[in-house]
């Protein structure tokens, strides 16, 4: 039952023999458009001037520009000093970079790539000498110096990664997955001060909202 | 030197042939006149004395001429056909549905430079492709085209075909072997390889046929067939009929077993080094075979040029003449009013279109019916059209089934060719011989014992 000489081929002839019917997919094209997305950009390519040098200057304007972020590139900045990428994080860690970041216009958000202040590292070389420069017990040497500074400064942790030699990276994402942990020094008062200095709206917002619905938002 | 010389001397050997020969027919053709207007009657008179030989003359033209349309129909149907089956649109371009695509590749291939490699052997690479167009317009001359629609009516034309259509092989190897390049040659002798082997069982599967039959005669096996579907001979002969397709496939040269071409792995066989109209003949070669591949097949299995079912004999007494003049009004008015007629739907239900749709519609529409109804008293009055037009529509249902087949399968490779065609085809084919003598024998004993 299961082989029949030349079968295979009848069942490819009826399917051939189905497909001579069926509506064709040709786009006849300088006559008929094809239908494309509103959102489709066409092929990424970069192009090139008179003298034969890429025109793109890396100023990322297109990777800000790029609805759904699929832009990666690298080059060297205007100025020749710095290699510079965007892309997405997982390609490229340089993406947020302060000097990428600044370049393409966004603000800075994350205070672990902000410039940060010099402190006293002698606590920090303290706890390290505790745990042996030991990477592996990164949380151990994270939650020390916690102790010891109230928080966690960016100074701290490029520390931490020169004597120990784990990754910067490898420090900031351990930091950034325990709750506890936390990258801002505790003076709420002084930020919330600072947010209603940068958004002064706000303050008669909020007050205009809970006249209106009660009193209840604080 | 000369400019003259110096002109002739650039010219390519084809170039020089065609640059004597031309003026030189130009000058017998006037020349022919020139006898005919003062020896006319003289003529007449040698010409009825030798009919059978004017005959043979008018028919050789008439196939040598009839292979030009066919073939482009044949490239047409499979550039469209396969274009369809891979959910294209195949060519739209040029004439009616594209359908004038396969003139504009002819005429392109005419316009390319015709090139003989150095070293070649110029005579024999010439003659190659003619060698191979002649011998697929020679096998056409013993195929009944419809009663009385035949070139000669031999006694053994089943022999001269399987004969003259052999000859193909000849000219593959011409051409790989003068092409001087080893893989032409390489070529040219699988391709003589792949045919010589499929020319075996090709032909045994037509034994079973001619012992039923008694005869060679392409023409009286038509004849044998005359009647309902069921006398054709596919009916006693399923198996022949089934290994007389493949074979055939095979021997023109046609997917699955289109070896000789197989661009992906021996370039393009015994043509690599061809060029121009001499790679052109080699397809246009091809084509007809397809035709003749598909007529044979429906000769001998199919009825010929019979109908499938005995048509009622029915005949149409027009006399155009009784009309006197009216029929000269007929010819003016009819066009214009029947045009008229058949715009006016298009101007009542589409009153957004412009009236001049409408009007070419309606004379479209006028000539369809025309081309019809002529066609359809010229199939009432004489009985060679009627055979033609079924000999046509069956033959072309088995070019239709080629271009499927191509559409559809891929390429066997070599040894798969050769096991195929040694291992199985042969032996079937041995075996319906044996079946088809055995039940004679045993039919004929029976009746005679009775």
């Known amino acids: 039952m299961s082989f029949v000489p030349g079968l295979g081929i009848v069942k490819g002839m009826a399917l051939t023999l189905r497909r001579f019917f069926e509506p064709k997919v040709t786009v006849r094209y300088p006559e008929v458009k094809a239908d494309v997305p509103p959102k489709f950009r066409g092929r990424l390519q970069l192009l090139y001037d008179e003298y034969g040098t890429i025109k793109c200057e890396t100023c990322f304007q297109c990777a800000q520009a790029c609805p759904i972020e699929c832009i990666d590139m690298g080059g060297i900045d205007t100025k020749g000093r710095y290699h510079v990428h965007w892309g997405a994080p997982e390609t490229y860690g340089e993406r947020r970079e302060e000097s990428a970041l600044r370049r393409s216009g966004r603000p800075v958000p994350d205070a672990a790539y902000a410039h940060f202040e010099p402190i006293d590292l002698g606590p920090v070389d303290a706890v390290l000498e505790e745990h042996d420069h030991d990477p592996a017990h990164m949380l151990a040497i994270l939650e020390g110096t916690q102790a010891a500074y109230g928080y966690l400064p960016v100074a701290a942790l490029k520390r931490i990664s020169h004597r120990t030699g784990a990754w910067y990276a490898t420090i900031y994402g351990t930091a950034t997955y325990y709750r506890h942990l936390h990258f801002e020094p505790p003076g709420d008062t002084v930020q919330r001060a600072d947010a209603a200095e940068r958004r002064p709206g706000d303050a008669a917002y909020v007050d205009a909202l809970s006249a209106a619905i009660g009193g209840r938002v604080h | ?450």
């Open chain 2, 1 to 450: 030197m000369t400019v003259v010389a110096r002109t002739w001397n650039r010219l390519t050997l084809p170039g020089k042939v065609v640059f004597t020969v031309v003026p030189l027919l130009v000058v017998l053709a006037v020349a022919l006149v020139v006898a005919l207007a003062l020896f006319g009657e003289a003529v007449l008179e040698i010409l009825g004395a030798n009919l059978p030989i004017v005959r043979f003359a008018v028919a050789a033209t008439a196939i040598l001429l009839m292979t030009i349309p066919t073939a482009f129909l044949i490239i047409y149907m499979e550039m469209k056909g396969i274009a369809l089956m891979n959910l294209r649109i195949g060519p739209d371009r040029v004439g009616p549905f594209g359908s004038l695509l396969s003139v504009v590749h002819g005429l392109k291939v005419l316009m390319k430079e015709d090139f003989t490699p150095t070293g070649a052997d110029p005579t024999v690479f010439t003659l190659a492709p003619v060698v191979v167009y002649l011998s697929a317009v020679m096998a056409l001359l013993v195929i009944p085209f419809g009663p009385g629609l035949f070139g000669v009516d031999m006694n053994i034309a089943l022999l001269y075909f399987f004969a003259v259509g052999g000859l193909t092989v000849v000219g593959l190897l011409m051409g790989g072997w003068a092409s001087f390049n080893k893989y032409s040659l390489l070529g040219g002798l699988r391709s003589a390889a792949q045919i010589i082997s499929y020319e075996i069982p090709l032909t045994l599967s037509v034994v079973g046929v001619l012992i039923l039959a008694g005869t060679m005669s392409l023409n009286q096996l038509v004849q044998n067939q005359a009647g309902w579907f069921t006398d054709w001979y596919i009916w006693q002969q399923p198996l022949g009929a089934l290994i007389f397709f493949i074979a055939a496939t095979a021997e023109a040269n046609r997917t699955p077993f289109d070896l000789t071409e197989a661009d992906s792995e021996i370039v393009a066989g015994f043509a690599t080094e061809y060029s121009g109209m001499r790679f052109g003949f080699f397809f246009f070669a091809e084509y007809v075979n397809v035709f003749i591949v598909s007529a044979l097949m429906v000769t001998l299995f199919f009825g010929g040029w019979n109908a499938p079912f005995p048509f009622p004999a029915t005949s149409l007494e027009l006399d155009p003449a009784s009309l006197g003049i009216g029929l000269l009004l007929l010819i003016a008015i009819v066009p214009v009013v029947a045009t008229l007629v058949f715009a006016a739907p298009f101007w009542l239900l589409r009153p957004a279109w412009p009236a001049w749709y409408g009007l070419v519609i309606g004379f479209v529409l006028f000539n369809l019916v025309a081309v019809a109804a002529v066609v359809g008293w010229a199939y009432v009055s004489f009985d060679w059209v009627a055979g033609l037009v079924w000999f046509l529509v069956k033959t072309y249902f088995f070019v239709f089934v080629f271009v499927w087949m191509r559409g559809t399968l891929p390429r066997v490779r070599i040894d798969q060719l050769m096991n195929f065609a040694w291992k199985w085809l042969m032996e079937l084919a041995f075996i319906n011989i044996f079946i088809t003598a055995g039940a004679i024998l045993v039919i004929d004993a029976l009746s005679s014992g009775s």
